[in-house]
């Protein structure tokens, strides 16, 4: 995936050099909102405790960039994305934890977009995903116990949608994002958790988007 990565935005950043073939373009803003889904698995059962976990948060991206008119239109983006938090629970009769991941970061991408008619459009993208994940472990009663580590990571994300065009200036569609994020080490202020080695994250992000052209 990341070789993939690596080619779609080199060709994205090429185009430049050969916007001469190509109609003019547009500088454009791109919006999603929708929910993230983590994959990370939660033991039914730790050593007596149940386990409840919530993969599911609420999620967003913005980019922005440029876009060259051809066939099927081409450019790069640059961008944010929020992925929101992941929670488990843990817990017996004497209490538990609350266990948290959250993951955010940059984008730099390459995307094509083709319009099937003047209305209706597809479209794909690709690129780096510059991601800060943050875990924290709470102890119940809260306060008893308390612990956070971070850590970042390069890995990539693509992304495919559809949607409609309103204008020649606006489009609005649903669009579904992949992004991952290799495992590493974390960095923490507790020696208990410093140097402890997580595994990658990869989430699926599901989401309305709409884009404004200038």
């Known amino acids: 995936m990341r ?3 690596t080619v779609a935005i080199a060709m994205a950043l090429g185009a430049a050099s050969a916007s001469a073939f190509a109609d003019s373009g547009n500088a454009f803003v ?31 991206a913005l980019r922005a960039g440029y876009r060259w008119n051809s066939v099927v239109d081409y450019g790069f983006e640059v961008g944010y994305g929020y992925l929101g938090n992941a929670r488990t629970k843990i ?12 993951n ?21 993208r690709t690129g780096w995903y510059r991601a800060r994940n943050t875990y924290s472990m709470s102890a119940m009663p809260s306060g ?3 612990v956070r580590g971070n850590y970042t990571a390069t890995g990539e994300y693509f992304g495919v ?21 290799p495992g590493d080490v974390l ?21 309305v988007q709409a884009e404004y052209r200038f």
């Not at 929910?35 to 599911?56: E, F, H, K, L, T």
């Open 104 to 124: 955010r970061g940059w984008l730099l991408g390459g995307n094509l977009n083709y319009n099937i008619t003047d209305h209706w459009y597809v479209s794909v």
């Open 30 to 60: 791109n919006a999603n909102i929708g929910s993230s889904n983590y994959n990370i698995d939660a033991p039914a059962n730790v050593d007596g405790y149940d386990s409840y976990q919530n993969r599911y948060a609420a999620a967003g």
């Open 187 to 207: 960095r923490s202020s507790s020696p208990d958790t410093d140097g402890t080695a997580v595994k990658g994250t990869r989430i699926g992000m599901y989401s």
């Open 3 to 5: 070789k993939l990565a």
């Open 144 to 146: 008893t116990y308390d």
């Open 161 to 181: 949608g559809a949607g409609y065009n309103i204008n020649k200036n606006l489009s609005v569609g649903l669009a579904y994002d992949n992004y991952h994020t």
């Open 91 to 102: 817990y017996n009769d004497d209490g538990g934890a609350r266990l948290n991941q959250k």
